[in-house]
């Protein structure tokens, strides 16, 4: 991992604005690479006042293999949420769900709750401000207790060694 | 080589037939759906999918046609898949906030949706009216 | 063979933006046609996407890119209206 310095405080959002830049403009010439550096140098010192504390991502390995987990599950979501919609008789079976949080960092509750919305037949759908419920809607669930353990064995635990809050 | 060619045109076909698929059946699922968080279900998560599936075809095709790589659709792909949860929160957010009426099926009572408003949540709590004498 | 799966990709997302008309103008409630607006717009990006590869070359990407990111800070700041009463507070 990059070290922030004085003039590069937020490493990842830099490299972030370089990639962004290069896939913008489509080509890896000098010119690009040089422009997009000096875009990823002075947009993050000029809005470094706007931004909250950024976590610190203790292990990235961890983190790539939440990706491609999260990935897997976007396809398999799909297919039984399409398997419910197709369904001619209509028959779902939709609920409500409290779900208690244990994470406290606010982007690792992000992540959570955007990994819910995208993975099997769930859909965020508020945060309590005082942020420790989140209310889940399920389309189509059996036992509730088992999804919510399910909840907590593949995403919340994964991230909670990543981000070790 | 040709073989190379046809066997990435099939490819390329299939992506973008998968994705069409996957695209109208979440339009389906906002059509036919009873309530308004059943039908939250469809558009964030399989047409997210389907629109995602064709921005692959569409790089697989362009990576064809110039003969390297070409990720420029990548972007939209990324910012697709990272923006359609936060949509799909908010308006869910604004649903509960108008206490939408559910399915009679759904098991699970929320205080957001339960009827006496003498018990507002902290984000409902009103800004303008005081009750200062 | 890409030419025929291009013609039945259109057709189908024709299709499904026609099902995103029809709750646009039934949808009983205000979120349900901010959600049917929602995803119109990713619709008809793809659309776009389809016309590029139709075209064989990638003047249309910038204008999907502007769809993708108008349509979701409409989106966000519709909700945030219902929410509110107030878009800037």
């Known amino acids: 991992m990059i070290r922030p310095r004085k003039w590069l405080p937020m490493p990842l959002l830099s490299v972030l604005l370089l990639i962004v830049w290069l896939l913008l403009m489509n080509g890896v010439a000098l010119g690009h690479w040089l422009l997009g550096g000096f875009l990823a140098i002075v947009i993050p010192l000029i809005t470094k006042p706007f931004w909250e504390a950024q976590p610190r991502i203790k292990k990235p390995w961890l983190m790539v293999r939440y990706f491609f987990r999260v990935l897997l599950d976007i396809v398999v979501a799909n297919l039984e949420a399409s398997k419910v919609i197709l369904d001619p008789l209509g028959r779902a079976r939709p609920a409500f769900v409290e779900y208690p949080l244990e994470l406290q960092e606010n982007f690792a509750i992000t992540m959570l709750a955007s990994t819910i919305t995208l993975t099997p037949g769930t859909v965020s759908a508020h945060l309590r401000m005082d942020g420790t419920t989140l209310l889940i809607h399920v389309l189509d669930v059996d036992d509730i207790g088992d999804m919510k353990r399910h909840i907590h064995?593949?995403?919340?635990?994964?991230?909670?060694?990543i981000f070790e809050c | 080589?040709?073989?190379?060619?046809?066997?990435?045109?099939?490819?390329?076909?299939?992506?973008?037939?998968?994705?069409?698929?996957?695209?109208?059946?979440?339009?389906?699922?906002?059509?036919?759906?009873?309530?308004?968080?059943?039908?939250?279900?469809?558009?964030s998560k399989i047409s997210t999918l389907g629109v995602g599936c064709v921005l692959l075809a569409s790089i697989a095709y362009f990576s064809l046609l110039?003969?390297?790589?070409?990720?420029?659709?990548?972007?939209?792909?990324?910012?697709?898949?990272?923006?359609?949860?936060?949509?799909?929160?908010?308006?869910?957010?604004?649903?509960?906030?108008?206490?939408?009426p559910r399915d009679p099926r759904t098991r699970g009572n929320p205080e957001e949706l339960q009827e006496d408003d003498d018990e507002t949540t902290l984000e409902e709590a009103p800004q303008g009216s005081s009750k200062l004498p | 063979m890409l030419d025929f799966a291009l013609k039945i990709s259109v057709a189908l997302f024709a299709i499904a933006i026609v099902l995103n008309l029809y709750r646009v103008a039934v949808g009983p409630s205000l979120p349900d046609r901010i959600l049917a607006l929602d995803t119109m717009y990713v619709n008809s990006i793809a659309l776009i996407v389809l016309f590029g590869i139709w075209l064989g070359h990638r003047t249309y990407f910038e204008a999907a890119l502007l769809i993708a990111m108008l349509g979701f800070v409409s989106t966000v700041a519709v909700c945030k209206y219902l929410l509110r009463g107030d878009i800037i507070e």
């Not at chain 2, 992506?15 to 469809?42: E, P, T, V, W």
């Open chain 1, 153 to 161: 064995e593949r995403y919340e635990r994964p991230l909670k060694e």
């Open chain 2, 1 to 43: 080589m040709i073989a190379l060619y046809t066997l990435m045109e099939g490819v390329i076909a299939f992506f973008l037939i998968a994705g069409s698929i996957f695209a109208l059946i979440g339009s389906l699922g906002l059509a036919r759906m009873k309530d308004f968080y059943m039908r939250l279900h469809g558009p």
């Open chain 2, 66 to 100: 110039n003969g390297g790589p070409s990720l420029q659709e990548l972007l939209i792909t990324i910012f697709l898949f990272i923006t359609a949860p936060v949509s799909a929160h908010l308006l869910s957010k604004s649903a509960l906030h108008q206490k939408l």
